[in-house]
Each structure stands twice: as C-alpha cells, then as structure tokens.
C-alpha cells in the first residue's frame, strides 16, 4: 500500500507535496488508496458473479438464468443449477434441436446425463443377468440417461401413432357416405428377437348406430378395394355394435341388443357368423356378390365355391354345390385402410328379389341382395376409429416420475421452444405409444 499511496501523492499539486510525508496530504493520500482497493475487490467480486463458472451464490446464478428464461427448481442446488444452465446454454446456442439434443434436455430436466444413444435401426445388448436387447424401429432414436446410481431410458419417436375418429351422421335420405385420410401405416416394421415384421396398416373399429328405425344387416364397403364386410346382425332401434376389424370381433355397445337370427352361411351355426368378408362384385353398389372368411391376422380360411379368389380372375376349387370348402392355402386378407384417400359406404341386407329382411328370418348368402339404405331402414350414425400417423409430428417418451415438480413442464416448454417450426409437438399421453419400450426386451 506504501507504494500505492506513494503513486497518488506524486500526482498531488506541488504545494502539498512540500512537506514530504509529514504533510497531511499523505494521509489523505492513504485513506484514497484503501477507498480504491475496497471498489477495486468489490468490482472483481461483481465481475466473477457474472461469470457462471465462478459463481457461487444462487440469486447471482438465477440472474445469469433469467437471460435464457431458467429459474432454479426448489430442489436444485448451486451446483446442480449451474450444470443445468451450461448444458441449455451449449443447446441454445446450437440452433433447433435435433432428436440426440432433445435428449439431452430431457437428462437435464431428470437431473442427469445422456450415457449412450441408439439412432434409428440400431440395436443393443446391454447388462449380463438377464440381457435385455434394446431396439429402435426407423422412426425411434433412444437414450440411456443416468442419474448417480440410477440408469434409465427416453426416446424421441417421430411420428407416434395416435388414435384418430370421424364421426359420420346419415343424409336426409338415408345415405351415409365418408371419406378417411390416412397418412401411413400404423405399426413400423424391424427385426425383432423372433425375426422381421412388416408394416401394418391401421385396420379401423367402426360403430354403426341404429336411429328410430331398424337396420337390417350393415354391409361396409371400402369402394376403392371392393372389399366388403357384412354384420350378421339385426339391429332393432337404438341399438349400437361395434365392428372391430383389428380383432374381427363383433360387440354390443349401447342400447338393445342386435339380432343374431338372420343372414346365415352353410353351415349353420346358431344364426351364422358375426361378420362376413366379401369382395365386391357390385354393379352399381346395389348388389354384391362375395364369400365368408373367418380370417384371424387377416388369413382367409373359408370360402364358397364357385366364387372368384380375392384379387384374381381364377375361380376357386370346384366342390359340392352349397359347401364350405377349405382354402388351398393361407389367403391374404389386406387391410382396408391403406395410405392415402379411401371411400366408404354403407349399404343394408335385402332379399334377392328386393323385399325387406324380417329380423328372425333365415337367409342363404346366396340370396342376399345390398341396397342403399334410406330414411326407413339406414343407421343414424357411424363412429370411425384407426391407429394412423400424422405427418410433421413426434413424441418424447420418459418416466413421468423421474420428472417431479415443474421438471416436466420445463421440458415440455423446452422442447416447444427448440423445435423445428412447422413441427408438432405431441405429448405422450395423446398417441397409443407405452412407456414399455424404454425397459428395452429380456432375452
């Protein structure tokens, strides 16, 4: 300090300077040097509380915080805020986030780090008793977290498959007609610890309600593949089947139960099967011409002879006038929502020469005839239901419970904010996805 004061005093006008050290100029001049030294420590004090790495007390790291929009959780300490906030700090810094980035967040919002990344189509054994064997189709880009001891997984998947409905109310006259647009398929293929699995496509649930009138025997028509699904049932007023094509399972909802005396097919069984697939020989959509399956998986079994194969000119093995004979082989049953645009319609059962289907009468496939229905005898409504994809959107899968307090908010207004614009961002809970996935498969 000597030195210091000394530095000051030899800038002091020469009449105080006189007297040397015995002026009272040199007190003077050491009290300034001290006020300097004071502001001098404090200014590097205030200098490294700006600084993130030197920072140590929380309000100073939650000021550094407040420029990227961060708070500190209630949980969080010093050091741990700090990392969270160098670690979103290098993310922001690099533009929109890719799928690997968005993990990364999700890690800070758990509290942890990303320790390994499987990209699409890439596979892992990991562990020794038991192997689990972790797998990513080509839309799924997965991440092994770590917190201290604890290990867990989350996932970016691009385009979650998500439930979609339209509903579709009858026209004055009766009619009911409707189109569905469906992006892509609705199961993604991949080797699994069994082998290779196609894509499937999203085969739709469709309920048919009944109005203030009767509707006898539904037939759906999908008029783009002349594919056609009759249900077996008479369905009094008020009533509601569910039609579930995933499963071929044929289900009273609401109201009075349907009829299943009615439409029969050799053999009888108790009024015939629930549902009947048939191509659609159709002339005019007024009549069909088409053949039972009892397809599990979508595998035709059974067929009527004297009919047309599905999708060839071939007539099937001739056998005894009436019969049920069994296929040659496993006939593929397509799905009947494919991608793109498909048209619908709704036609009803009617006998051969046009007159009405008494609900407890017994008719031969054979002499059933479709009509379009009307006021008198159409449903008043369909619902319909099917796993499709949405192009433009993905989902973030992690334990919600790894994720307590305004932790996943947090990373639900982060992953927002770093998306790419123009994509949609769906929460988990909004597709058909499970959080199963993350545990990877024991083998």
């Given at each position: 300090?000597?030195?210091?004061?000394?530095?000051?005093?030899?800038?002091?006008?020469?009449?105080?300077?006189?007297?040397?050290?015995?002026?009272?100029?040199?007190?003077?001049?050491?009290?300034?040097?001290?006020?300097?030294?004071?502001?001098?420590?404090?200014?590097?004090?205030?200098?490294?509380?700006?600084?993130?790495?030197?920072?140590?007390?929380?309000?100073?790291?939650?000021?550094?915080?407040?420029?990227?929009?961060?708070?500190?959780?209630?949980?969080?300490?010093?050091?741990?805020?700090?990392?969270?906030?160098?670690?979103?700090?290098?993310?922001?810094?690099?533009?929109?986030?890719?799928?690997?980035?968005?993990?990364?967040?999700?890690?800070?919002?758990?509290?942890?780090?990303?320790?390994?990344?499987?990209?699409?189509?890439?596979?892992?054994?990991?562990?020794?008793?038991?192997?689990?064997?972790?797998?990513?189709?080509?839309?799924?880009?997965?991440?092994?977290?770590?917190?201290?001891?604890?290990?867990?997984?989350?996932?970016?998947?691009?385009?979650?498959?998500?439930?979609?409905?339209?509903?579709?109310?009858?026209?004055?006259?009766?009619?009911?007609?409707?189109?569905?647009?469906?992006?892509?398929?609705?199961?993604?293929?991949?080797?699994?610890?069994?082998?290779?699995?196609?894509?499937?496509?999203?085969?739709?649930?469709?309920?048919?309600?009944?109005?203030?009138?009767?509707?006898?025997?539904?037939?759906?028509?999908?008029?783009?593949?002349?594919?056609?699904?009759?249900?077996?049932?008479?369905?009094?007023?008020?009533?509601?089947?569910?039609?579930?094509?995933?499963?071929?399972?044929?289900?009273?909802?609401?109201?009075?139960?349907?009829?299943?005396?009615?439409?029969?097919?050799?053999?009888?069984?108790?009024?015939?099967?629930?549902?009947?697939?048939?191509?659609?020989?159709?002339?005019?959509?007024?009549?069909?011409?088409?053949?039972?399956?009892?397809?599990?998986?979508?595998?035709?079994?059974?067929?009527?002879?004297?009919?047309?194969?599905?999708?060839?000119?071939?007539?099937?093995?001739?056998?005894?006038?009436?019969?049920?004979?069994?296929?040659?082989?496993?006939?593929?049953?397509?799905?009947?929502l494919g991608d793109g645009t498909s048209h619908w319609r709704l036609l009803v059962g009617a006998v051969?020469?046009?007159?009405?289907?008494?609900?407890?009468?017994?008719?031969?496939?054979?002499?059933?005839?479709?009509?379009?229905?009307?006021?008198?005898?159409?449903?008043?409504?369909?619902?319909?239901?099917?796993?499709?994809?949405?192009?433009?959107?993905?989902?973030?899968?992690?334990?919600?419970?790894?994720?307590?307090?305004?932790?996943?908010?947090?990373?639900?207004?982060?992953?927002?904010?770093?998306?790419?614009?123009?994509?949609?961002?769906?929460?988990?809970?909004?597709?058909?996805?499970?959080?199963?996935?993350?545990?990877?498969?024991?083998?």
């Amino acid at each position: 300090m000597p030195l210091q004061a000394d530095a000051i005093f030899r800038h002091l006008p020469p009449l105080l300077r006189k007297a040397g050290p015995e002026t009272p100029a040199w007190p003077l001049s050491r009290m300034l040097v001290r006020t300097v030294s004071d502001l001098e420590r404090t200014g590097k004090e205030v200098l490294r509380a700006h600084f993130l790495d030197d920072a140590r007390d929380l309000v100073d790291l939650e000021k550094l915080g407040a420029v990227y929009r961060m708070s500190p959780w209630l949980e969080e300490d010093p050091a741990a805020y700090r990392a969270r906030l160098k670690l979103m700090i290098g993310v922001y810094t690099k533009g929109a986030a890719t799928a690997g980035r968005l993990l990364t967040v999700a890690a800070a919002a758990a509290g942890g780090e990303v320790t390994g990344l499987l990209y699409p189509q890439q596979h892992l054994w990991a562990g020794e008793s038991p192997v689990k064997l972790y797998l990513t189709d080509r839309f799924t880009t997965y991440a092994f977290l770590q917190r201290e001891a604890d290990q867990f997984g989350a996932a970016v998947v691009d385009l979650p498959p998500v439930l979609r409905t339209l509903t579709v109310d009858a026209a004055p006259d009766g009619t009911l007609e409707w189109q569905v647009e469906n992006d892509l398929f609705g199961s993604v293929g991949g080797w699994t610890p069994d082998g290779w699995v196609d894509d499937t496509w999203p085969d739709p649930v469709i309920e048919i309600e009944a109005g203030a009138v009767p509707v006898p025997f539904p037939i759906l028509v999908q008029r783009n593949l002349r594919r056609l699904v009759l249900v077996n049932r008479f369905l009094p007023p008020g009533c509601r089947v569910r039609v579930d094509l995933v499963n071929h399972v044929l289900t009273d909802v609401s109201g009075p139960a349907s009829l299943m005396t009615g439409l029969i097919v050799p053999p009888a069984e108790a009024g015939g099967p629930d549902l009947i697939y048939g191509t659609g020989a159709l002339l005019g959509e007024s009549a069909v011409s088409g053949h039972p399956a009892v397809p599990p998986a979508h595998v035709l079994r059974w067929y009527l002879p004297g009919k047309v194969l599905f999708g060839t000119d071939q007539p099937l093995v001739p056998g005894p006038l009436g019969a049920v004979v069994p296929a040659p082989g496993e006939l593929s049953w397509p799905s009947l929502l494919g991608d793109g645009t498909s048209h619908w319609r709704l036609l009803v059962g009617a006998v051969l020469d046009g007159g009405p289907v008494a609900p407890n009468q017994l008719l031969p496939l054979a002499k059933l005839r479709a009509v379009l229905p009307t006021a008198a005898t159409g449903p008043a409504k369909v619902i319909f239901t099917w796993e499709g994809r949405q192009l433009g959107t993905f989902t973030m899968l992690i334990d919600p419970a790894r994720l307590p307090g305004a932790r996943r908010p947090w990373l639900e207004e982060q992953i927002r904010r770093l998306k790419l614009a123009g994509i949609l961002y769906l929460p988990w809970e909004e597709t058909t996805l499970t959080l199963d996935m993350l545990d990877g498969q024991l083998v």
